[in-house]
């Protein structure tokens, strides 16, 4: 009887070491994930403003599509409620993390302007447009949500 209080007692201190620890972990591992997204849209930004040039207004300008897999949780990696995108000198991610804490990361880049000053997306797979235009402040990288349908090539 006592090997079988022992042994009990024995798991719960582990597990209470362990959890804590696991929890740790994937936050830490949505805090690079979310970096990752930030970089990824950066450097699609950056790519876009280096090798194109921006069209007058009221002209489709060049285009780059980037997908954003926002984690929706598992063992490795705590989940995402929403994921906040704002532009600027470069681009800001904010992450609200569903244990209650925000991760945000802003890459520096090209001036962006995201549609509808930011944009919020739930967790899982979205894909992105991302176009060069020009305004009245020079060249700037537009982010928007790309439509889905089957007329988009």
């Given at each position: 009887?006592?090997?079988?209080?022992?042994?009990c007692?024995?798991?719960v201190?582990i597990?209470?070491?362990?959890f804590?620890?696991a929890d740790a972990a994937?936050?830490?591992?949505?805090t690079?994930?979310?970096?990752?997204?930030?970089?990824?849209?950066a450097?699609?930004?950056t790519?876009?403003s280096?090798?194109e040039d921006?069209?007058p207004?009221g002209?489709?300008?060049?285009?780059r599509?980037?997908t954003l897999?926002?984690?929706s949780g598992?063992w490795r990696a705590a989940g995402v409620?929403r994921l906040a995108?704002?532009?600027?000198?470069?681009?800001?991610?904010a992450?609200t993390?569903?244990?209650?804490g925000?991760?945000?990361?802003?890459?520096?880049?090209?001036?962006v302007?995201?549609?509808?000053d930011?944009?919020?997306l739930?967790?899982g797979?979205?894909r992105l447009k991302?176009t060069?235009?020009?305004?009245?402040?020079g060249?700037?990288?537009?982010i928007?949500?790309?439509?889905?349908?089957?007329?988009?090539a």
């Amino acid at each position: 009887m006592i090997r079988i209080v022992l042994s009990c007692l024995l798991a719960v201190a582990i597990a209470g070491v362990a959890f804590p620890a696991a929890d740790a972990a994937r936050a830490d591992a949505t805090t690079v994930k979310v970096g990752s997204m930030a970089d990824e849209l950066a450097h699609a930004a950056t790519a876009l403003s280096n090798a194109e040039d921006p069209t007058p207004a009221g002209v489709a300008g060049a285009q780059r599509h980037v997908t954003l897999v926002v984690p929706s949780g598992s063992w490795r990696a705590a989940g995402v409620s929403r994921l906040a995108i704002r532009g600027g000198d470069g681009v800001e991610l904010a992450a609200t993390v569903t244990s209650g804490g925000t991760v945000v990361r802003r890459v520096g880049g090209p001036r962006v302007r995201v549609v509808g000053d930011r944009l919020v997306l739930g967790p899982g797979r979205h894909r992105l447009k991302l176009t060069l235009a020009s305004d009245t402040g020079g060249a700037v990288i537009v982010i928007e949500p790309a439509r889905t349908d089957s007329t988009v090539a």
